[in-house]
Nanobody, 126 residues
């Protein structure tokens, strides 16, 4: 069974850091572009950062540029999101996703992803 499991979320003060991990099982991530998304109550799921199959190219949402870094370790079948200088507005449930469409190198659009994790809560206090 294909499965993505996020971990590393928690509660931190503004200005702090967290590192999220997404472990894949049932398949190897080396043939998938991957991304991180976040969602708050009453809001649509928004793209945060994404990365291509090899890890050579990535893209960040404007709201996190300069603060978040997405990376992947295909040998470990794991995706990461390093989050620095966290702000209260970063509070959300963060989701890992994988896509296999041949049309894209990567994407920040949720509809371009076929496989999703269950999410991990990140809470940033002022």
């Amino acid at each position: 069974q294909v499965q993505l499991v996020e971990s590393g979320g928690g509660s931190v003060q503004a200005g702090g850091s967290l590192r999220l991990s997404c472990a894949a099982s049932g398949y190897t991530i080396s043939r998938y572009y991957m991304g991180w998304f976040r969602q708050t109550p009453g809001k649509e799921r928004d793209g945060v950062a994404c990365i291509d199959i090899s890890g050579g190219r990535s893209s960040n949402a404007d709201s996190v540029k300069g603060r978040f870094t997405v990376s992947r370790d295909n040998a470990k079948n794991t995706l990461y999101l390093q989050m620095n200088s966290l702000k209260p507005e970063d509070t959300a449930v963060y989701y890992c996703a994988a896509g296999d469409s041949p049309r894209w190198w990567f994407s920040l659009r949720p509809n371009d992803y076929a496989y999703w994790g269950q999410g991990t809560q990140v809470t940033v206090s002022a």
